[in-house]
């Protein structure tokens, strides 16, 4: 594997785990009510496990509320029942037609509470980093001791690593402090 090949490969890995990160996050509720909260959540559709997005409108027209429209009425039922058993902590009420979801402001120790697992997600997102940045060294020093790289490429090879990881570690800095601030508006 060349430098290049090495670095491409941990720079896909980390985007990826940033992708992962941010889809945490979006599944963190704040104040707002979100479709992102419920659009993964996955109902037994005649037999078979589908995401709520794939068989419904799902939208948030105030942000305490998120409405949610089958294209086919009788998934309603199930619907709200995998929405009660889920741990949104919201009773979902329907007419026969669109279920709605109301989500009740958070209390500040609830709010507290999430902003401890959003810290904990963005520390095991760094950690993960870390362990690719680890990684690719190995990979580098393995390049340069079986005669594939100078020991000036592996150096430089070295510091684009952690310059990678320096700006993704400062990605996930951002959006905890983006998170955060969502969390104790009220």
């Not at 940033?18 to 109902?43: C, K, N, S």
């Not at 979902?92 to 669109?98: A, I, Q």
């Not at 700006?167 to 800095?173: A, G, P, S």
């Amino acid at each position: 594997m060349t430098a290049k090949e090495i670095l491409r490969d941990t720079d896909t890995k980390m985007k990826k785990c940033m992708e992962t990160l941010l889809r945490e996050f979006g599944e963190v509720r704040t104040g707002r009510a979100q479709p992102a909260l419920i659009e993964d959540i996955h109902i037994d559709y005649y037999g078979t496990s589908t995401p709520i997005k794939q068989i419904a409108a799902v939208s948030s027209p105030d942000p305490r509320l998120i409405l949610i429209q089958p294209w086919d009425s009788t998934a309603i039922a199930e619907i709200e029942k995998t929405i009660s058993n889920s741990k949104l902590g919201v009773t979902p009420t329907h007419d026969g037609k669109v279920m709605r979801l109301s989500f009740p402001p958070l209390s500040a120790e609830r709010r507290e509470e999430f902003i401890k697992v959003i810290k904990d997600m963005a520390e095991r997102g760094r950690v993960t980093l870390r362990t690719m940045r680890r990684d690719a060294n190995e990979k580098i020093k393995k390049t340069q001791s079986e005669g594939h790289m100078s020991e000036d490429d592996r150096f430089k090879a070295e510091e684009e690593v952690q310059k990678m990881t320096d700006r993704f570690i400062k990605e996930i800095d951002a959006l905890l402090d983006k998170k955060s601030k969502e969390l104790r508006e009220v």
